[in-house]
């Protein structure tokens, strides 16, 4: 973070400008202090901090089952995943067999969220680029699925419905009839997302050949997710390193090769039809029993290191906990996917004009509190 | 993946390490294979992960810091796009004057993961290229992320 705002020019003549912290097209609190040549851009530093709330400290004074909540406010749009992948480090910590029945509403929960965070995204893009109709569309379909959470998990946007050993709650009575209404919706609604945006010519100019990123810097800068999957990188977690019930499933590991921002932008469209054929797959096939499994009051994690990966809307986010034996834990580091990916955001954007650092910015899928923490 | 495929990996990779780094120290985990490296060979030993065929290990997905109150842990989780094997690394660093050398030339993450563990831990990243607090105010007095941190304004204890 920086105290004091610097603008002017440099000795070359380049000119310093501030975008943000608060600038619509940051998407929230993310400050870049950019120099310019012209309209060329030289250099991009971004200043962080504007939203750091120490989240990986205050989880060392609360308890495995406090912790959890903490992580619905980093990557918002990601909750249901975020809360799953720390469940999964306790569960893992203490070896909980979570019933098949929490396993199957678990994904469930966590496609619709990246359902829901890529029609954000795509919103928003869309209008950053200056298209402002695609955002309507957006939500009103995010809306669907907002009210389909809202039924099961009594919120709507931090939903804290994973719990370890399984989910808080079992299913609303409306949720199979809601999800397969939202499917069948949706399924006419992704194809005039196409036509309105992805075959849009002005669209694709702006997108194509914009903020390229090579197979071997997404990978030395750390990118996960569609960033790197933009940049033909072999990286989901669903894939690799498979949990729940992902093993039993079929879906494509979405990669493009272009490694610009139409790649990335085509790897989470293409995503979106697998998020929805694997909902199509499970919404008729939820085992009956438990919808969690038995665990004490008190969960304390023996003495060790526990460490899970999962796959994120933006990409591989980790759980790293340190346990001295207590119950709470000793040291706590999430591996949030958005602060690597932002990394790369300087190599991306040097050389090209100050209007394509908008359409990168925005294929990027930047979520400010999954950076800050 | 199943536990004994896993340890069958992790075998076959000590193996491996060893004939570069015959010094080589493990620790017995029960998820991953740990290497152990002293901070003065750091360096050396990172460009042998990085670059030696058959390890590759081109991917740094995690680095952070542990604050064991009498000595710091490095930990870096590193993993091989091109053969799928992952290891841990961990250095112990001095608690008076925590420094290692930076990897930030290696792997390109590294930069802002060490500024973050710069920022809140305090350790020295030596020959980083731009070694600056990444999250609080350059005049933030203390790291937060210390066990022994006290802040009576911004600090709520349960």
């Known amino acids: 973070m920086k105290n004091v705002e610097e603008i002017g020019t440099t000795e070359q003549g380049e000119l310093i400008i501030n975008v943000g912290p608060q600038h619509p097209s940051t998407h929230g609190v993310l400050h870049l202090v950019i120099t310019l040549d012209g309209e060329t851009i030289r250099n991009v530093e971004p200043h962080l901090g504007y939203i750091h709330r120490s989240i990986e400290k205050m989880c060392e004074s609360l308890s495995y089952r406090q912790f959890i909540y903490v992580t619905s406010r980093m990557d918002y749009l ?3 995943i975020n809360n799953h992948g720390c469940a999964m480090c306790v569960e893992k910590g203490l070896q909980i067999e979570v019933p098949p029945r929490a396993k199957v509403i678990r994904v469930l929960m966590d496609e619709l969220t990246r359902l829901a965070s890529h029609q954000l995204w795509w919103g928003a893009l869309a209008m950053d680029v200056g298209a402002l109709t695609p955002f309507f569309h957006a939500f009103r379909e995010r809306e669907m699925i907002n009210s389909i959470m809202e039924e099961t998990c009594g919120a709507r946007l931090t939903m804290n419905y994973m719990v370890p050993g399984g989910v808080m709650i079992d299913l609303h009575p409306n949720f199979q009839p809601g999800v397969k209404e939202f499917i069948t919706h949706f399924k006419s609604k992704i194809d005039e997302y196409d036509e309105l945006v992805t075959d849009n010519v002005i669209f694709q100019n702006r997108m194509k050949g914009v903020g390229t990123l090579s197979k071997e810097d997404a990978i030395s800068y750390g990118c996960t997710g569609p960033t790197a999957r933009g940049s033909g990188v072999r990286c989901d977690v669903r894939k690799l390193f498979p949990y729940e019930v992902y093993a039993g499933l079929r879906f494509d590991e979405i990669i493009e090769t272009g490694g610009d921002c139409f790649a990335r932008y085509m790897v989470r469209m ?41 796959e994120t809307a933006r990409g591989e986010f980790g759980v790293y906990i340190i346990s001295e034996g207590g119950m709470t834990p000793y040291r706590i580091k999430f591996r949030s996917p958005g602060f690597s990916n932002l990394s790369a955001l300087n190599h991306m954007a040097r050389g090209y004009k100050i209007g394509d650092l908008v359409a990168i910015m925005g294929s990027l899928d930047l979520v400010i509190p999954d950076i800050d923490r | 993946m199943a536990d004994e495929e896993m340890n069958a990996k992790g075998e076959g990779l000590k193996v491996k390490i060893g004939e570069w780094l015959p010094l080589a120290q493990w620790e017995e985990g029960p998820e991953w294979t740990t290497l152990l490296v002293e901070p ?66 290696i792997w390109r993450t590294a930069e802002f993961h060490e500024r973050e563990a710069y920022d809140l831990f305090g350790v020295n990243f030596l020959h980083h290229p731009d070694l600056r607090r990444l999250f609080l105010t350059d005049e933030w007095v203390g790291y937060p992320l210390r066990k022994d941190y006290e802040d009576p304004v911004n600090m709520i204890k349960l």
């Open chain 2, 40 to 105: 003065a060979s750091w360096p050396e030993a990172a460009k042998l992960l990085r670059f030696t065929p058959g390890l590759d290990f081109d991917f740094l997905f995690c680095l952070t810091c542990i604050d064991w109150k009498t000595h710091f842990t490095m930990v870096y989780h590193f993993r091989s796009t091109l053969h799928g094997h992952e290891l841990v690394v961990k250095s112990k660093l001095d608690h008076n004057q925590p420094a290692i050398e930076t990897v930030s030339r």
């Open chain 1, 78 to 80: 990601s909750s249901h």
């Open chain 1, 270 to 310: 293409k995503e979106m039809r697998q998020s929805l054929s694997i909902i199509e797959q499970l919404i008729d096939n939820i085992p009956e029993g438990d919808f969690q499994a038995k665990t004490k009051a008190v969960l304390k994690l023996p003495k060790g290191e526990f460490y899970t990966k999962i």
